[in-house]
């Protein structure tokens, strides 16, 4: 099988955590690189919590750490989510290595060239590094295939009334990526909160000893708690989305449409308008718009994944 080479920009976050796991077990990727970007903790946590995980699957993919605040807001540090560790409260040793000194958008930039064009972008968390990469570097969107994302929304927020969390944290970052050439997958939040684990599957989760699963099993009640309470099925594993995207694109639906992101107004900064359900289209279709997912299939492969180890 030839392998899909991926690059994943996160900001771990426990489902950043599952992503990363299903980059490293997925057969179908080859994960390359990761970066790291300010968002669910700050930049210094994100870049540790990523060496956290990266021992935890075993994995020597380097670590890259990028943006530690938005291009032009300041930081908001997203603690409430994911606690201030990032993780949920969930203890991992501290990291085996040391991130890379290359910045991200350097290191994203000659790894594309390398990949002559193949190479499939996954971001997870706020788009500050790859419209940082996409200025200095204009001809990056030469040596992408395309960028994969956790973001936005056609309909809702989950920041605010009007904006999800990554969007809403580097609106202008957004748009830059948005407006540029590279070819778009968008995992808004209408098929992430599709993308959900129960308590009762997180249960069985307690049945495995392993490193691994203590971690799933000791940073996600929370998050359990806190999604549910807002009326999701379960926990909202966000970030898996994109990852179980490239590497099986089968398992979800959606349709093209064209999105661009508010920047200006203080009530809807971050929203990502998407023409999907107006009468009145933008002129481009600049986007796909991942709409559905099998959530049974995506409960299968990221339960067996996790338990694998
Ligand atoms: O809105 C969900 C997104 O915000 C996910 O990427 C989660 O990790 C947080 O960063
Ligand atoms: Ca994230």
């Not at 590094?129 to 295939?145: G, K, Q, S």
């Not at 969007?167 to 957004?174: F, G, L, R, T, V």
């Not at 991942?290 to 339960?303: P, T």
């Amino acid at each position: 099988m030839n392998t899909i080479p991926v690059w994943i920009d996160c900001d771990p976050g426990v489902d950043d955590a599952a992503a990363l796991v299903l980059a490293d077990r997925l057969p179908e990727l080859e994960l390359l690189g990761i970066s790291t970007v300010a968002g669910n903790a700050p930049l210094s946590l994100t870049t540790e919590n990523a060496l956290k995980i990266c021992d935890l699957t075993g994995t020597d993919c380097p670590v890259y750490p990028g943006a530690d605040k938005p291009l032009l807001r300041e930081y908001e540090y997203g603690e409430s989510f994911h606690g201030r560790d990032g993780l949920g409260g969930a203890k991992l040793p501290a990291p085996r290595r040391k991130a890379e000194i290359i910045p991200a958008w350097d290191a994203l930039y000659e790894q594309a060239k390398t990949c002559g064009g193949k190479l499939e972008l996954i971001t997870l968390g706020p788009l500050t590094n790859i419209a940082i990469a996409l200025a200095e570097h204009p001809d990056l969107p030469d040596y992408l295939h395309r960028i994969v994302l956790m973001g936005g929304s056609a309909t809702r927020g989950n920041c605010t009334p009007s904006a999800e969390f990554n969007i809403h944290a580097d609106p202008e970052a957004a748009q830059v990526v948005f407006r540029s050439s590279v070819p778009k997958v968008m995992c808004g939040l209408e098929v992430t909160e599709q993308a959900f684990l129960t308590k009762q599957e997180l249960d069985l989760l307690r049945t495995h000893e392993s490193a691994m699963c203590r971690f799933f099993y000791e940073a996600t009640p929370e998050l359990l708690r806190k999604n549910m309470a807002v009326g999701q099925g379960g926990w909202c594993v966000h970030d898996a989305c994109p990852v179980l995207y490239c590497a099986k694109p089968e398992l979800f639906s959606g349709r093209e449409a064209g999105v661009f992101v508010e920047t200006q107004s203080e009530l809807t900064f971050g929203k990502t308008v998407t023409d999907l359900y107006s009468d009145k289209k933008f002129d481009t279709k600049n986007a796909f718009v991942v709409l559905e997912i099998d959530r049974n299939a995506f409960r299968d492969v990221l339960l067996t994944t996790i338990q694998a180890y």
